[in-house]
């Protein structure tokens, strides 16, 4: 039983939680949001629940919504501190479901704060994810069984998923929203998608439904689809997803996994190359500093992706900023070495560690799941084996008959020319057009020599010049004023009296 200055403190954040979300309060809320919730679980619910929803209700008028988005926290600090039960998971999911069936078809007359909306959708993809492992886990106890056994089907099922997201994307009408932006018509990253007259809540949640889109494909494997969620957003531009850290580490990490999987290395780096800056800043500004080592983990994953992408294509340090490629260099520069070498189970480690924890896309195995990533990653490896050597032999000649080749690098001819394929392919990135979508746009080449394979023989050209002090000069003013922008976004919060609770 909680103590009572448990009780006390709970009442009061509860009270005035409920007052400022019904006053619209955006910026109170989003304190009592972001350190009053967290440092009333660290003190009195480190590793137990917060008081049940039901409990809490007659604290805010018994107001059903409020009730729902009390237990959208409620289920997500359950996952933090314990391991939910099977009963807790689907609680979970049916407050889910109901939250968001109140927000599609009735009057969300509220505005909460972005990045509340955002993690929302985050959590709401985490606890999937969660389940899916639970599920599939082998240490699951025989009452564990039966409790699964007897969930309703769509207890967290993927379809179902799919199908809230995308229903949250077309009810806000977000994509013609994101349209109107690009055209210059309006901005809505400019307000952040708050507006006077009018709720945040649909707009910001369809906004971020597309993000989470996304990461559910890159989770089971579906790559392509993952780029094509987000379509509609800009990745070049400061939208909506560059205001919330996490939106944008996430979106950086899932999109530039998706590239890294379709063997376009170029555009994997750029985007983690933009977010390990991007993170690297936060440390020196962070508004919400216990959000911050799940952004540094991130980090570190894709630190190690691009160092298993300069073993594959190397040459593309040039796309690295310096302080990134200076980290890359102190964390990884011995086990880049190895992978150039041939070491296999040097790429099995870091890919590994740095992919995200694939789920099964219908009721597999998730640990089978992870195999067939890793396959089709490896196999991959062995495609990009000679171009280490390639490179070599290339730089050697302005053309080269394919045989010839193929024969100093030892290696077939038919197997030759899917390696240069690969070597094409992994310096080429794909630049939105207008309408083209991320799979398509046109497609630019980044690498510092042209390869074009002409009947049987291979021509080389070098394309990649040294950096003018010009270009150098644009290159740092571009990050100043990144880091400039940052400290801006990066307000202290002040705690009124009436928010400090316990």
């Not at 799919?162 to 990253?189: M, Q, W």
């Not at 507006?195 to 559910?216: E, F, H, K, M, W």
């Not at 987000?230 to 850290?245: E, H, N, S, T």
Request: glycine share 6%; aromatic share 12%; hydrophobic share 40%.
């Amino acid at each position: 039983m909680a103590s009572a200055s448990a009780r006390d403190a709970v009442k009061q954040f509860v009270t005035y939680f409920y007052r400022h979300i019904r006053e619209k309060n955006v910026y109170e809320t989003l304190t009592m949001y972001e350190r009053s919730f967290p440092a009333i679980g660290e003190r009195f619910f480190k590793k137990t629940a917060w008081p049940t929803p039901d409990a809490i209700a007659t604290y805010a008028e018994n107001d059903p919504v409020f009730k729902m988005l009390y237990a959208e926290l409620y289920y997500r600090h359950l996952h933090q501190a314990t391991t939910p039960s099977a009963n807790e998971r689907k609680g979970s999911w049916e407050n889910y479901c109901e939250l968001f069936g109140a927000l599609l078809h009735g009057d969300a007359n509220m505005q909460l704060p972005n990045v509340w909306l955002y993690e929302m959708v985050d959590e709401f993809v985490y606890q999937f994810q969660s389940f899916r492992q639970f599920k599939g886990s082998s240490k699951r106890t025989s009452e564990e069984l039966q409790a699964i056994k007897a969930l309703d089907a769509q207890v967290w099922d993927r379809t179902s998923m799919l199908n809230f997201l995308k229903a949250l994307v077309d009810k806000s009408d977000i994509v013609r929203v994101l349209e109107r932006e690009r055209a210059g018509e309006i901005s809505f990253a400019a307000n952040e998608g708050y507006a006077l007259d009018s709720s945040n809540v649909l707009p910001t949640l369809g906004y971020c439904a597309q993000i989470g889109i996304c990461r559910l494909h890159v989770l089971t494997g579906d790559y392509e689809g993952a780029l094509a969620a987000l379509d509609a957003v800009d990745l070049d531009k400061d939208g909506l997803f560059k205001k919330i850290p996490g939106a944008y580490v996430a979106t950086s990490y899932h999109v530039g996994f998706a590239y890294f999987m379709l063997g376009r290395y170029t555009d994997a780096i750029r985007h983690f190359n933009e977010s390990i800056q991007y993170v690297e800043r936060l440390r020196f500004g962070a508004a919400r500093p216990h959000a911050l080592p799940l952004l540094l983990k991130k980090q570190e994953q894709m630190y190690a992706l691009i160092a298993i992408t300069m073993a594959l294509v190397p040459g593309q340090q040039y796309l690295l900023d310096g302080s990134v490629s200076l980290g890359l260099h102190q964390k990884y520069s011995e086990k880049v070495n190895r992978m150039t070498s041939g070491e296999v189970a040097v790429f099995d480690d870091l890919f590994s560690y740095a992919c995200p924890k694939f789920v099964a896309s219908g009721d597999g195995d998730n640990s089978e799941a992870h195999k067939t990533q890793l396959k089709a990653f490896l196999d991959s490896v062995a495609t990009h084996a000679v171009i280490p050597k390639l490179r070599g032999y290339l730089r050697m000649y302005t053309s080269i008959k394919l045989d010839k080749l193929a024969a100093l690098v030892e290696t077939p001819v038919e197997s030759l020319k899917a390696s240069l394929k690969a070597f094409v392919q992994g310096y080429t990135v794909k630049e939105w057009t207008g309408g083209a979508s991320a799979l398509d746009g046109e497609e630019v080449y980044c690498g510092d020599m042209s390869v074009i394979l002409d009947g049987d023989v291979v021509r080389v050209e070098e394309t990649k010049k040294a950096k003018s002090a010009r270009e150098f000069f644009a290159r740092t003013n571009q990050k100043l004023a990144a880091s400039l922008e940052d400290l801006a976004q990066a307000k202290p919060l002040l705690i009124k009296p009436s928010a400090i609770v316990g």
